[in-house]
């Protein structure tokens, strides 16, 4: 039988589980980098390396001071999580894969410090969320009718173009969110690239046509 201190320490790691998963569902549908698995993966990984520091050294004495060690495990997983995020044109990828390996750091730390039921129970979750959740989180994004498209346009200087084309994207039902900016002064233009949030159905090629035919525009463009 598990002891009160014990299943209170799998209660605050699925309690950190379930509010990640609230706030990852709110980020993704949003059409944020970071969904529903990472946000669990982080949650529960960090509820997990607070455990692991308030109840794992508890019987250690004297000079020794192994929280040290789960500390600098923290600061240096971080670069390695970095090495798995990749950036493809306006795309992020690899942020689940860098906070699984930080989830598994925890896992790790945990069962160093004797904690095997914790560690369990927190490997459960993040297989779960890993394997079962990415097919919950496809369903529900694929009821969402909306898409993501990405264009890029240059206007010319000091005609207020960007603000025209904005004007013409929100009077079409286009959300859009500027992503750069960049200025030619030799060319006295201005490029901007935009992240389009779109109806699935929309016409992604009237939309640039539409665009074009505005007069202060000299080049528009779909980024794939």
Not at 58 to 75: L, T
Not at 122 to 149: G, Q, S
Request: glycine share 10%; hydrophobic share 45%.
């Amino acid at each position: 039988m598990l002891d009160d201190i014990t299943l209170q320490m799998i209660l605050r790691l699925c309690l950190a589980s379930l509010l990640g998963g609230v706030v990852g569902i709110e980020r993704g549908s949003g059409d944020r980098p970071a969904g529903l698995r990472t946000h669990i993966l982080v949650s529960a990984g960090s509820a997990l390396l607070m455990l692991v520091s308030a109840y794992a050294f508890q019987d250690w004495a004297g000079n020794h001071d192994p929280g040290r060690i789960a500390a600098q495990v923290v600061s240096g997983i971080g670069f390695l999580g970095a090495g798995t995020i990749l950036h493809e044109g306006f795309n992020v990828r690899g942020l689940t894969t860098a906070a699984s390996l930080w989830m598994v750091a925890a896992i790790g730390l945990a069962c160093g410090a004797g904690m095997y039921i914790i560690a369990i129970v927190a490997t459960v979750i993040m297989l779960i969320t890993l394997i079962t959740f990415h097919e919950l989180e496809k369903r529900f994004y694929t009821n969402v009718k909306t898409e993501r498209r990405y264009i890029k346009f240059t206007v010319r200087k000091n005609e207020d173009g960007v603000t025209r084309v904005l004007d013409y994207l929100q009077k079409n039902g286009v959300k859009s969110r500027t992503l750069n900016i960049k200025e030619d002064f030799t060319h006295n233009t201005i490029t901007v690239e935009l992240y389009l949030k779109m109806q699935q159905d929309g016409d992604i090629d009237k939309v640039v046509a539409g665009i074009n035919d505005l007069n202060p525009v000299t080049a528009v463009e779909i980024v794939e």
